[in-house]
T-cell receptor, first 115, second 117 residues
Framework: NAGVTQTPKFQVLKTGQSMTLQCAQDMNHNSMYWYRQDPGMGLRLIYYSASEGTTDKGEVPNGYNVSRLNKREFSLRLESAAPSQTSVYFC??????????????FGDGTRLSIL | QQQVKQSPQSLIVQKGGISIINCAYENTAFDYFPWYQQFPGKGPALLIAIRPDVSEKKVGRFTISFNKSAKQFSLHIMDSQPGDSATYFCAARGGPYSGAGSYQLTFGKGTKLSVIP
């Protein structure tokens, strides 16, 4: 059981290049999330998808787009990368219900450097 | 506006000691308070969580204390071990990006814990 799988694990881009970060989960979860993690800033929500076919902005959506391709996959796209987008990106998923013991499960991240 | 404030930013504890990390929140609509543990090169993983109608929850050496009136909660790690060295994040479910059918987590900025032998 792989959980949440992110690809690639590392990437270096030049300013202005575009790139898509891929995320897939095999837990049959409805909701999926993209976060960025910067030193001293914790995890900040970029976009989320409550269910297949829906996406919404989080705290820091500028410069990003997302696609919920199907229930399993949620991709994050940088159309024109900027140095300020250098970060570690985490994808997460969770079930869509109100049960208490239903945490978000995280992938191991994509480390992105933009020169 | 920072929704969840976490302190300290870093913490050094001797092996066998007690590690204490504190968080405070403002939004009374938060309904679930998890703690995540993150090792270098890995994603955060759920450690322990509590509901606001419970004042304390213990799992092994890890205890959450929750004070609803003060809007504060804390993580205590008893008998801290070098293997506990990691970054810890408190979080709260709910908040400004919650939409129907999803359960947003708002995270604190993290505490880097180092347990020295």
């Amino acid at each position: 059981n792989a959980g949440v799988t992110q690809t690639p694990k590392f990437q270096v881009l030049k300013t202005g290049q575009s790139m898509t970060l891929q995320c897939a989960q095999d837990m049959n979860h409805n909701s999926m999330y993209w976060y960025r993690q910067d030193p001293g800033m914790g995890l900040r929500l970029i976009y989320y998808s409550a269910s297949e076919g829906t996406t919404d902005k989080g705290e820091v959506p500028n410069g990003y787009n997302v696609s919920r391709l199907n229930k399993r996959e949620f991709s994050l796209r940088l159309e024109s990368a900027a140095p300020s987008q250098t970060s570690v990106y985490f994808c997460a998923s969770s079930p869509r219900d109100s049960s208490f013991n239903q945490p978000q499960h995280f992938g191991d991240g994509t480390r992105l450097s933009i020169l | 506006q920072q929704q969840v404030k976490q302190s300290p930013q870093s913490l050094i504890v001797q092996k066998g000691g007690i590690s204490i990390i504190n968080c405070a929140y403002e939004n009374t609509a938060f309904d679930y308070f998890p703690w995540y543990q993150q090792f270098p090169g890995k994603g955060p993983a759920l450690l322990i969580a509590i509901r606001p109608d419970v004042s304390e929850k213990k799992v092994g050496r890890f205890t959450i204390s929750f004070n609803k009136s003060a809007k504060q909660f804390s993580l205590h790690i008893m008998d801290s071990q070098p293997g506990d060295s990691a970054t810890y994040f408190c979080a709260a479910r709910g908040g400004p990006y919650s939409g129907a059918g999803s359960y947003q987590l708002t995270f604190g900025k993290g505490t880097k814990l180092s347990v020295i032998p």
